[in-house]
């Protein structure tokens, strides 16, 4: 017998990717009330606030195998924002064929879009983790595409630990999101 | 922000084209509106939030796939038989642990929405109980009075049991009730066309606008036809009664404000009554604007659990 309420959230999540259902349950009795409410605040509909609580646990669970979540309420804190977005865009989008009884353009890609995008931030903010010296040597490499040279220049480090630095910073990365291709990163 | 403003920020950025100062914008209005503990949950009801998190679970759960590949027959068969016998055992173990009940006890109206996403709005003192998974086969048993919009899906009939009576439904809105104060079973058809059965037999099919009246009693069923937003009086907030018995009168009003009704005289249960009020009425207002109508005293015990009735009533 596991007592599933009394879990920190870290063992829920170990719990959870191994497809444990009582975890799954578990978080959701922890986290619903919360993400309803925010749902509800942002949308003032309770079938849309009802949506946003369904498209964040059913992307966690979804991606249970996929991402390594360090901290379950940061993880949240980012999907719920996003779901609130998709939703109104869905909601938005059904008012639309409404209106124009079926006549709308089709576009399904902006959800789609939304949720690369919410991946990304989650990502960003696996980054924002990493120690100083390693976060600002990826964001020259990534952000502002500078060579191993240039940025060994800049902040007076050997290009061998530039390379060390991105080599780190990448690792970090590939563990948090194991089965997803380097789309975002490559 | 304006609402458009709002959708049209969402749109830029997922499509990559919002400026630094746009998205700054729309994750100010997120986080700027909002604290979370200021924001209350327009309902505190535990059945609904069971229900959400049945049907979010509903929708986890992979759905069974069956690959059939150059089946014998005869193992086909065996199949079929098993199958068969599977359905008989889930039939039997009625109340497993798949069995979901929602009960609304009294003062007030509880609005239920199914996993196949039909909408029931249960009126005081009601049980609803279905199986999951639902979707495939849309079964409730209800024990009261429940409206309901059954969300259209020809391949999957919606069935309700109730009172001894079975109503079949394709996509429709539909009233139906069976309180034990009643004398029978009645189904309402707002919307559409349901069918109603009784062990087995067809009774009828009804159209909008008409209802099927069950009689406990003589076993026999008659269809007339009736003012739906009289039938719809409850789920929209209102205890109407028209040309109903005393008895009637007094079980609605025992579920909506869970007392006991006892009448000390019985020729008052017969007094026919019309009357609508608001359902936020207290139970000693709705009292007494009767007993100023006909022959009738009503008293109160101190717990205010129990009312009697008596008088000539409308003799």
Not at chain 1, 5 to 24: C, I, P, V, Y
Not at chain 1, 112 to 121: I, M, P, S, Y
Not at chain 2, 30 to 42: F, I, M, Q, T
Request: hydrophobic letters at 40%; glycine letters at 6%.
């Amino acid at each position: 017998m596991t007592n599933y309420a009394a879990l920190e959230d870290g063992h829920l999540l170990a719990s959870l990717q191994k497809g444990d259902e009582k975890a799954f349950n578990a978080i959701y009795h922890r986290h619903w009330q919360k993400l309803v409410a925010i749902g509800y605040y942002h949308t003032r509909n309770k079938q849309m606030a009802e949506d946003v609580v369904s498209d964040v646990l059913m992307g966690l669970w979804h991606k249970r195998h996929e991402l390594e979540i360090r901290s379950l309420s940061a993880y949240l804190g980012t999907a719920v924002k996003y779901a609130v977005f998709k939703v109104m865009v869905r909601h938005q989008r059904r008012e639309d064929i409404l209106q124009t009884q079926g006549r709308a353009e089709p576009d399904d890609e902006t959800e789609k879009k939304l949720e690369a995008r919410f991946l990304r931030e989650f990502l960003d903010g696996v980054v924002e983790t990493l120690p100083e010296k390693t976060r600002l040597v990826f964001r020259y490499s990534r952000e502002d595409q500078l060579s191993v040279t240039e940025i060994a220049g800049r902040m007076d480090l050997s290009p061998k630990s530039v390379e060390y630095h991105i080599t780190k910073a990448l690792k970090a990365l590939k563990d948090s999101i194991r089965k997803f291709n380097n789309i975002f990163f490559s | 922000m304006e609402q458009t403003r709002l959708y049209s920020l969402i749109r830029k950025l997922a499509d990559d084209e919002a400026t630094p100062e746009e998205v700054q914008e729309l994750h100010e209005w997120y986080h700027s509106v909002y604290a979370v503990g200021d924001v209350e949950w327009p309902s505190e009801d535990p059945a609904e939030e069971e229900l959400l998190r049945q049907r979010i679970w509903a929708q986890l759960r992979p759905r069974p796939r069956f690959r059939v590949v150059r089946m014998v027959a005869r193992v086909a068969a065996c199949l079929v038989l098993l199958a068969g016998v599977f359905l008989v055992w889930r039939y039997m173990g009625n109340k497993g642990p798949d069995q979901i009940t929602v009960y609304n006890p009294w003062g007030k109206i509880l609005q239920v929405t199914l996993p196949d996403s039909s909408h029931v709005w249960l009126n005081a003192a009601t049980t609803l109980r279905y199986k999951r998974p639902f979707g495939s086969y849309r079964e409730l048993y209800l024990d009261g009075e429940g409206y309901f919009d059954v969300a259209e899906d020809p391949a999957h009939p919606f069935v309700v049991h109730a009172g001894g009576l079975t109503t079949t439904v394709l996509g429709t809105r539909f009233d139906m009730r069976s309180f034990d104060t009643d004398p029978g079973t009645t189904v309402t058809v707002i919307r559409g066309k349901v069918q109603v059965d009784n062990a087995g037999k067809v009774l009828d099919q009804l159209t909008p606008a008409r209802q099927l009246q069950w009689d406990d009693h003589t076993r026999q069923s008659r269809t007339v036809s009736v003012d739906t937003t009289e039938i719809m009086a409850w789920q929209q907030g209102q205890l109407r009664f028209d040309y109903e018995r005393m008895e009637t009168i007094a079980g609605t009003l025992s579920r909506w404000y869970n007392v006991k009704i006892l009448f000390k005289d019985s020729t008052l249960r017969n007094c026919r009554l019309m009357g609508s009020f608001d359902n936020k009425i207290t139970l000693p207002q709705i009292l007494t604007i009767i007993s100023n109508t006909i022959d009738m005293q009503w008293a109160m015990d101190d717990k205010k659990r129990i009312v009697i009735l008596s008088g000539k009533g409308c003799q």
